[in-house]
Nanobody
């Protein structure tokens, strides 16, 4: 079981910045991609940004040019630097990771894990 622990959310004024972090822990696993999703009240969860183990990135149109996702593979940690925040960015942000867990050879299993979520509130 791969666990994700997020940190860095909070309350910020419009135009401000925040940095989210998400660290993955567990035994004998590898991660293909990590990403951030968000869910605002009354709305569906949506992709914010994703990064693969080869550093290919994808961003939602609404955050392009303002958010930057990065990854430290040695620490199994993904970051989301958010600048020029807007009230519309207010949501619970969830970390996501996809990869494989390795057991006694040749057994391995794909996994998808989610963090517990961290609240980001942007005031106008």
């Amino acid at each position: 079981q791969v666990q994700l622990v997020e940190s860095g959310g909070g309350l910020v004024q419009a135009g401000g910045s925040l940095r989210l972090s998400c660290a993955a822990s567990g035994s004998a696993f590898s991660i293909d991609a990590m990403g951030w999703y968000r869910q605002a009240p009354g709305k569906q969860r949506e992709l914010v940004a994703r990064i693969t183990d080869g550093d290919t990135t994808v961003y939602a149109d609404s955050v392009k040019g303002r958010f930057t996702i990065s990854r430290d593979n040695a620490k199994n940690t993904v970051y989301l630097q958010m600048v020029s925040l807007k009230p519309d960015d207010t949501a619970v942000y969830y970390c996501n990771a996809k990869g494989r867990t390795y057991y006694q050879w040749p057994r391995r299993e794909d996994f998808t894990s989610w963090g517990q979520g961290t609240q980001v509130t942007v005031s106008s």
